[in-house]
């Protein structure tokens, strides 16, 4: 299929470029996308979480008090659970959330985030372009002439410029990678995809 590609102005530039159908015309798996951004969150997650059981809380060597007599219930240590102060009953140890998908899963899943977003008409192949200013009021002005200024948007760039960085580094609602870096989680987190022309091409190096 072919697409108009616009400018930062927003405005049809009269080329029109070809999108490989494998790619950008997909079937959606949306099971797919769940497997694939379930792994990359889980991922993300440390595991270091600790708490310490009777035998390692310090303290509590002692009986606290004679078995019989006192009318009390028996103790053979201050530090049971429960007891305050006392140790922790099945309480988290740290541990490795990591999960494992498939290149071939992980492919299916950005495929159908792509195809979806083109589908629905938040996919805009624009023309190669840097902000070589650095200011972050430039590339506002790119995002209003667009009218997703107040929106979650990702730019996907052939090589990431460090100027264009800076200028969006200040904008919370926007993100600018390489486009063979950005992950399921990436596509499918922001709501207006922006492609410079020359990315296509490391798209589909990377999804074919």
């Known amino acids: 299929m072919k697409v108009n590609v616009f400018n930062i102005a927003g405005e049809k530039t009269g080329e029109q470029v070809e999108l490989s159908d494998a790619i950008f015309a997909a ?77 071939k899963s992980k492919k299916v899943a ?45 730019f996907l760039t052939q090589e990431l410029d460090n100027m264009t960085i800076r200028a969006s580094g200040n904008i919370p609602y926007l993100k600018v990678m390489r486009a063979d870096l950005a992950s399921t989680y990436d596509l499918v987190s922001s709501n207006h995809l922006f492609i410079q022309k020359s990315a296509l091409a490391k798209l589909e190096e990377v999804l074919s």
């Open 110 to 154: 950005r495929r159908s985030v792509l195809s979806s977003r083109l589908s629905d008409e938040k996919l805009v192949v624009i023309e190669d372009f840097a902000v070589d200013s650095g200011k972050t009021k430039d590339m506002v002005k790119i995002l209003k002439s667009f009218s997703v200024e107040k929106d979650r948007v990702i």
């Open 27 to 103: 079937p959606v798996s949306e099971h797919a996308v769940y497997l694939d951004v379930k792994a990359i969150q889980a991922n993300q997650r440390q595991g270091t979480h600790s708490s310490k059981t009777r035998s390692a809380v310090s303290g509590g060597g002692k009986k606290p008090w004679k078995q019989k007599g006192r009318g009390v219930a028996r103790a053979g240590t201050t530090r049971s659970p429960l007891w305050v102060g006392g140790g922790r009953v099945f309480g988290p140890e740290p541990r490795d959330y990591s999960q494992k998908v498939n290149k």
